[in-house]
């Protein structure tokens, strides 16, 4: 599935190109824009390794127990021995390969087979709960210590159904005339005046990914980020996604050195003395040191019970 949560505009770019407001009639590069913005966002989303910076719906599995799927973290069964007794301790705590946003549907196999499953839920009277528990983004999973239902060894015996990233804040923009088709690839609103290129909304609960914009019409791709396309009243809700603001000034400053270099080929300096920029490679390290704080440098088992 192809992640479309790019964390700048085209306009934004050509604004940031221009260094007050670009010109109305600079309508060229559009669609090399928007490639350049997307794989800024895609070399965020590496560097910082803990998924997009908008929601995705997806179901992910993990294994519990040995294995042979070795690319998803594995849980072992640990064997407690002293000189009093012998017991076996299960995984409680499941650190999960990435942000999550909300689960929709947690499900507990009874083995490889899943010839018997389980339903797990998220709260004090019921199996689960997200940590850490007083901030976000979310990323592990505890099971409730008085929770009569746990987690089994085999591969993909846990399965979560939900939305991943880092938030699904949304600002509402406009709104959009009737979209009576699943497969219509452009959408009329009543302004677009704060919508660009580049950019992922949000009609009803369809995420919808803006390619193009003429006047109040726009050129969309539908049903993304694992969304479904579906028709929409006229009069419909439109909201944009809202990334937090060093990843847009990251997405911007990335995107001007690929937008700078791409006629220059590869050179080390350009110029020289006090007016000399500097490397792109060393550039680009600078701008994505600056997203430290959202990182992700590991996972850990967590504590066993």
């Given amino acids: 599935m192809a992640t479309r949560h790019t964390y700048a505009t085209a306009d934004d770019l050509r604004d940031y190109l221009a260094g007050t407001s670009y010109s109305s009639g600079w309508t060229s590069d559009a669609g090399s ?34 294995g042979g799927l070795r690319q998803s973290p594995q849980y072992q069964t640990v064997a407690i021995t002293d000189d009093i007794k012998t017991a076996m301790s299960t995984p409680g705590v499941v650190p999960l390969d990435g942000w999550i946003v909300s689960p929709t549907t947690v499900t507990a196999y009874g083995g490889t087979d899943r010839a018997t499953s389980e339903t797990l839920t998220e709260g004090h ?7 850490p528990y007083n901030s976000s983004p979310k990323t592990i999973l505890k099971l409730n210590e008085d929770t009569t239902k746990g987690l089994d060894a085999g591969q993909q015996t846990l399965s979560i159904l939900g939305s991943w990233g880092y938030t699904a804040d949304t600002v509402s923009v406009t709104t959009a005339d009737a979209i009576s088709s699943t497969t219509a ?17 949000l009609i009803d609960s369809e995420q919808i990914y803006i390619t193009a914009i003429s006047g109040n019409t726009l050129t969309v791709e539908r049903g993304v980020n694992g969304s ?5 009243s006229g009069g419909a ?15 911007l400053d990335l995107s001007k050195i690929v937008f700078r270099d791409r006629d220059l080929g590869a050179v080390t300096t350009i110029g020289s003395g006090d007016a000399a920029i500097t490397s792109a490679a060393g550039e680009i390290n600078s701008i994505l040191m600056t997203l430290g704080q959202y990182r992700v440098t590991g996972t850990s088992n967590g504590v066993f019970f």
């Fill in 33 to 66: 824009i928007r490639r350049i913005l997307e794989a800024a966002s895609r070399r965020v989303d590496d560097y910082c390794g803990g998924g997009t910076f908008g929601p995705l719906t997806e179901t992910r599995y993990y294994d519990i127990g040995s």
């Fill in 237 to 251: 809700s439109l909201y944009r996604y809202d990334y937090p603001e060093l990843v847009v000034q990251a997405c």
């Fill in 228 to 232: 479904t396309a579906a028709t929409h």
């Fill in 125 to 131: 009277n019921a199996d689960f709960f997200l940590m």
């Fill in 185 to 201: 690839t452009s959408a009329s609103v009543t302004s677009a005046t704060d919508l660009g290129p580049a950019q992922t909304i």
